[in-house]
């Protein structure tokens, strides 16, 4: 099915209009603001009528691009428009959602028509409009009915599978690595099934300097279940499970089964650019481990139960990440472990910015822990997890930009650097 389409062409070397081209002062200015990422390059190649600054300070435009996972394996990309400067209180949303088998140009084209409608509403009462034509791009059968497909044969589950092999290897050293991994997702606005399981086996080979040669393996697999029903625009509930084989954590098999139940403090619709919810689950853990633990155990069921409050905020000023989370064993609440992770980008003013990751565990739950001394090479080679109290990790930024307030020229040329560095 072909839908109508608005495109927008305008005058540029080598077209029908011979007017003068836009000035610096006549194109609105806008910035882009991609949370995961943006083809730049391309953006500034197909829509030369704006100008593009490195700072929300000097732009008339400030233009959010979020993207979330939608049903069938496609991608929902929603544009928020803020009008600043020469356009305060203009502000709107659009969103497209690709398709899960449309390669990255049909997925960058798609992208850049809902840009160029939106930048529109801007243009359209500035000196570049003189510049604009719109093109209508009827559908092929005048007397179709644009309606959504109403059979499904695939009943909406979306499947993929996928594996990889990884080598590499000096003189005296070697590695290899294969993965797999499968899954099977089911999006509707009711339901939520996603089913995923991945293998991995790891080797590693080093020659020492007497000639004797050593060999380590490792492997681990794992599996994950979603099934969750809407009980509304805040409120959810759902079934989690879990199966995991690990060398290195000692585990045979161990599973999870929980009940969960979700609430979002905004409306699912604005999960966009805000996310604030808390879940609990309780359920039971199962696990037969390879070797003895340290608590003298070859298998175990223990009931188990968790609480989580996440955060997503995505601004004018930036973004900001949090998560923290708790979960114990109910036969014993000392056994337990909690946990912090956060970032943030934050726009200071102009082109200061700071940004922020950090993460935080308090362990107390290591039930899996293998009984005895772990060898150098199993510490070294990460063969074997190890007692701990905690873990962490802290990364910090500052970064200051200066100098032309205009980002709009695409130069690709010396795209590929010096093989020696």
Known sequence: MIRPTLLLLFGVAGSL???????????????????????????RTEIPWVDYVRSRDDADIHLIITEQDAGGGGDRVTLQFIGIGRFPGQSFDLQFTSRPNDTDDQQRQQFIEILKQGLLRYVAGTPVAERLRVV???????????????????????????GNGNFDGESQSSSNRFSGFVSAERVTDKWKMDVYARANRNENRFTLSDGEEIVRVSRDANSNLLIGRSLGNRTSVGLRAGFNNSTRANYDLAMRTMAVIEFSLFPYTESTRRFVTMTYGAGVYSANYTEETVFSKLSETRPRHFLVLEMDLVQPWGQAEFNLSAQSYLDDFSQ??????????????????????????????????ARGDASDDEILLELRQLATDFTYDLQIGLSYTFGSIFNTIVNPRFRSGDPAF
């Open 17 to 43: 209009d011979a007017q003068a081209p836009v000035t610096p002062a006549q194109a609105p200015r806008l910035f882009l603001d991609c949370q995961q990422g943006c083809p730049n390059d391309f953006i």
């Open 136 to 162: 209508y791009a009827a559908p092929l059968d005048p007397t179709e009915v644009m309606t959504t497909p109403t059979h499904d044969p695939w009943n909406n589950w979306v499947f993929e599978v996928g």
């Open 336 to 369: 337990n472990r909690l946990g912090a992770r956060g970032e943030l980008d934050l726009r200071i003013t102009g082109g200061l910015s700071f940004n922020a990751e950090a993460r935080y565990s308090r362990v107390r739950d290591q039930l899996s822990l």
